[in-house]
């Protein structure tokens, strides 16, 4: 067995209570989504009760490297002498600045449909770049406004326009909808083709 086989056994054996820790938390790698991270972390502190112990926990799995940068921003604290939501907040900002909302909000504006994006891309990418812009309740309309003007084929964004009251939500079936039509009709004409090629060899072989 190797050393993380043993050491996911006994993460998994590990007792709380009358019963047994739920699911598996490993330790935060270099370079890992450390908020991707902290959610699976969070979720496993909640669903098994160690809220009492979150601070020695989170210290415990943070690794090495991270718990070095920790105590470097608590000195002169003691890291586990620190509140776990202020241990959290310090981290956060250390390993992500927050951003200019103006900067931000810059580079959503600017992000236009790519060739061979699909308008669903377009709009997962568009999704990412507005966590960081701060639109608040504007997000949606932000989001619609942004995908009027980003996307590639213009008749899309006619039909788009000819919409007096816009939701996001429709915004979405209008564009996923007319993406389905299109590869559907270019499949069909794949098939259409291939058969015409197909009718001209079985005539020229019988002439």
Known sequence: MSENDSENVMQESVSHGNGFLIGRINELKPNEDFEAWL????????????????????????GSNTYETIRSLCTPRVPKDVPYKELVKMLKEYIKPKPS???????????????????????????????????????????????????????????????KELSFKKCVEIVSSWEATELSLATSKGVLAGNSTVWKIDKQKKE
């Not at 891309?121 to 932000?142: A, D, H, V």
Request: a positive charge.
């Open 101 to 163: 909302i103006r900067a931000e909000r810059s580079v959503f504006r600017s992000r236009l449909q790519k060739d061979g994006e699909s308008v669903m891309q377009y709009i997962s990418q568009l999704k990412t770049l507005s966590q960081t812009c701060n639109f608040g309740k504007n997000l949606e309309e932000n989001l619609v406004e942004q995908i009027n003007h980003g996307l590639a084929n213009k008749t899309l964004k006619k039909r788009l326009y000819e919409e």
């Open 39 to 62: 959610e699976r972390f969070e979720l496993y502190a909640d669903i098994n009760g160690l809220e009492s112990n979150k601070v020695s926990l989170f210290l415990t799995l943070v």
